[in-house]
């Protein structure tokens, strides 16, 4: 089974129709949760409940009606268990903290009409960019979504600014027989040029990285395995 993080604003969305395409009626949406609109408490208790209560039957009841790949917004703590199953892969996609931030920052401002507590003090309160990349509920954000699952547990993690080389790379290692050959792009800014940390001051890039820094540990650790497989992969050419 494909359990597949989606953490937002990271080519979760394109990499979602990529799955759907292949898996068809196999591919399963977990969007529930929606762990960004809750507490650390509410979303990790989330993740324990469900946890506890995927049991053996419940996982072979997965199995038995044909779920081959999970993808979505989740913690990836209430699928653990699934990882002594030798026939599970654990993939996720991670951007660079800032770049991911930024826009983030931008799509909650162009979609008005959502109620989600985070987009109303984005809305409501006027927060600005800087407010909004410095703020408790982003600060390290990728960490708060592997809550207690160590970034070693995943067989794939894709880099965006790499995403169609990932692609092609994840297609050609861990999905054979994939029918398509172009590689969609959803969810994406159309007016974005160029990147987004080049538009800011230094001095507000440098605060973003020294508070998000447990997230640019994990970004790099990202890509230095995307290195490692690009080098191993060349060696076997």
Known sequence: MTISLHTPKAGGSSFKEVLQKHYGKSFKADYADIPINKSFNERTLDAILFDENFSLIKRNYYKLI??????????????????????SKFITWLRDPTERLI???????????????????????????????LSEEMENFYGKFLWNF???????????????????????NYI?????????????NPDKIGHYSEKISEGLLSD????????????NYAMEKRMERITNTQEWM
């Open 66 to 87: 044909g779920v081959k790949c999970i993808h979505g917004h989740f913690l990836p703590y209430k699928y653990k268990k699934l990882l002594t199953d030798q026939n």
């Open 176 to 188: 054979h027989g994939y029918d398509g050959d172009i590689i969609p792009k959803t969810n994406t």
């Open 103 to 133: 826009s983030h920052y931008y799509w909650q401002r162009a979609y008005n009409t959502n109620s989600a507590p985070l987009h109303k003090k984005v809305i409501e309160d006027a927060w600005s960019l800087e407010k909004f990349c």
């Open 150 to 172: 160590s970034i070693d547990k995943f067989d794939f993690i894709g880099i965006t600014e790499h995403f169609d080389e990932d692609v092609s790379f994840f297609l050609k």
């Open 208 to 219: 973003i990285k020294s508070f998000h820094s447990k997230d640019y540990e994990l970004y």
